[in-house]
């Protein structure tokens, strides 16, 4: 065993404050990127979502594990992690981790602002930025169309301030998708965030199209359908032609579907284990679905 490779893991043992910086975060395999549209930066196509996985932590032991997938996220090259005010504590945690490991420059962190009023907003931005020890937030994105107007205008203020880098709006609910549309069609958004999976593919319609259009990147929730996608594998073997495309899991299967859509950008999986990063971070990685293999995945689960 290597010195690196040895520090690694005595670091995940022990939740080492200094882990992800270890040199063996450049050995590891890189991951497919694609472009933000508003400038061309480039982000790994797999990132680690915070929803209900990081909403409390009572106690250290209940950090432990998160901070190990922290680690390593950022050893495997993840930059992108998300949360919300409304996720409970998760802005918190995730704030205290990125420093426990020092890797906050390393990171592009996405957040939210989900209230009703210019004033609400005002303070729930500012506490993202006390949460999540930083001065200045990648992406920041109006949750679920609440205020939106308002809380976009905000937004723009800090963007051109230079504390954030990207503005951008989210939805997770069919029933928004006619207001998001419009909303779309009106405002100027570097990137959406939308619920879409295999069996849920509703927003492939019109909504995904739809950023292609406008110059949009998207940033993908949901991405296993709240969980009905793994209740209907559940027992069932992987097809042998999703070996065609280096997939050896349904999370795998189901995360190369979403993130080989030609305007995806990015899919957040929640991910609070390192062993989850280990297996939703190879999507990121080796062949790719074509149009035909998507219509094929289609077809497969449908039919269960």
Known sequence: MTPCRRTLLLGLAAGAAGLASQPAAAQAAPLHKKPIPSSGEMIPIIGLGSARRYEEAKTEADIVPLRETFARFHALNGTVVDTAPSYGDAEAIMGRIMADLNIRRDLFVCTKVGVDTPEQGRAQIAQAFEKLRTDRIDLFAVHNMRDITNQLAYLRELKQGGRIRYVGATTSFDRQYEAFEAMMRRE???????????????????????????????FINLPFGRGSVFRATEGRALPAW???????????????????????TCAVPGMAQARYVDDNLKAAQGRMPDAAMRRRMEQFIDGL
């Open 188 to 218: 100027t958004l570097d990137s959406i965030q939308i619920d879409y999976a295999l069996d849920n593919r509703n927003s492939a319609e019109r909504i995904i199209p739809l950023a292609a259009e406008r110059g949009m990147a998207v």
């Open 242 to 264: 999703a070996a065609e495309i280096d997939v050896t899991t349904w999370a795998q299967f189901m995360l190369k579907y979403l993130v080989s859509h030609p305007a995806v």
